[in-house]
């Protein structure tokens, strides 16, 4: 399995944040967010090519009672199912981080979607294949309904709301499990639009995130 980068961190976003936890970065992705924040797996994927031993004993090696599986897009990585089954054979807790475009079934406790708002589609080449896959509403119910899960939305502008809602009502899903997290790689950036963000989610009801990891450590590989 290609694998960008392993390391040991504390969860930065959503319903889990502040848990140390080790990360698995697949590399590679069907879609092109023109923020993406790990182009390393997406617009110039990189990375080495890890058994499953090794990727197992290397979690192993760390203190973590949870880990993640992100990317890039694992839920395209064809060796996700027996991944996923070895770490549960662990006793860890699995977060599948994911942007709800392809169904597996994996082993997970938490699946985290991200699923990308039109604020993600890039210029050029990529963009009709990106828009045309970003939402899956058929793929986004089945994992919903399999999993317990979160609906994380990468949030840029006020006017962003206006496509949750309108997912969220068409899907449909609980409110409860929708989490806004400002875009953003710099901590000036975060800090401006989480100032507007945290008051839409105390009106809408959801749940605000900070990037707790670029807060403390900044935008860097590893963390
Ligand atoms: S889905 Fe995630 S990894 Fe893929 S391009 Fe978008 S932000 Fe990057």
Known sequence: MKIAELF?????????????????????????????????????PEGADLSLDQIVNEVKAHPARHVVVTGGEPMIQPEMIPLTERLRGLGLHITVETAGTVFRPVACDLMSISP?????????EWAAQHDR?????????QLMERYDYQLKFVIEKPADLEEVRGLIEALPADPRRIVLMPEGTDRDTLRERSVWLAEIAKAEG???????HVELWGNQRGV
Do not use: M
């Open 116 to 124: 990308k708002l039109s604020n993600s589609t890039p210029n050029g």
């Open 206 to 212: 959801y749940r605000f995130t900070p990037r707790l």
């Open 8 to 44: 040991y961190s504390l969860q930065g976003e959503g319903a889990l944040i502040g848990v140390p936890s080790v990360f698995i970065r697949t590399s590679g992705c069907n879609l092109r967010c023109a923020w993406c924040d790990t182009p390393y797996t997406s617009w110039s």
């Open 133 to 141: 896959l970003r939402i899956q509403p058929g793929i986004l119910r």
